[in-house]
């Protein structure tokens, strides 16, 4: 039997729908290779909460009346499942201001020194979240990797981020979808029983 143990802390980086790493134009048909971790957006060091979250598309019951009475002849799925992963992230980041602002993709190469600044247009992109590959791994207590994961999904905010006297802690919401490239993999910790 494999035992995960209690997941601890997640870390998730993204390879975003339409940039080009590695030579592969990232999109639902072409994931680039994950090495080096570095080519890919972390989202955050913080994580918080995570809830995950499987969904079924929305299905109907086709009956027939057999002898006077209805029966269930079959089952129709009307769409596809899918997951819905809702987290918190401690910080922010240029991905949080981009889907605040619905600004598109903020190049934030520009600042690299105190004092310098990010220039960007709210509303110059679309309503849509942000697509991509996301690649989580999760570790339990003893900071060992028990799972990775790697799917295509879209990233939302799931509520406005609130500014007040405590840390803001905005709630994403990260939708993943079937997809034949998609890979999952649970590891043996060491403090694991067989």
Known sequence: MLRTYGVIHTHIRLARAGD????????????????????????????????DTPERGSRVDVMRTVGGHRELRSRISLGPASRRITFT???QDEII???LTMSGKINTATATDVGDYVEYNPFGGTLDGVK???????????????????AWGELMLANGVKYGDEITRPELELTLFPNPLSVARDYRPAASTQ
């Not at 790493?21 to 909460?49: E, F, H, Q, R």
């Open 20 to 51: 080009t790493i590695d030579s592969v134009l990232v999109s639902a048909t072409a994931m680039p290779d994950y090495a080096p971790a570095g080519n890919w957006t972390k989202l955050s060091d913080s994580i918080g909460t995570l809830m």
């Open 132 to 150: 991509g590959w996301f690649h989580f791994q999760q570790y339990n207590q003893d900071n060992e990797l028990v799972h990775m994961e790697v």
């Open 97 to 99: 201001r981009e889907l």
């Open 89 to 91: 992230q401690e910080d």
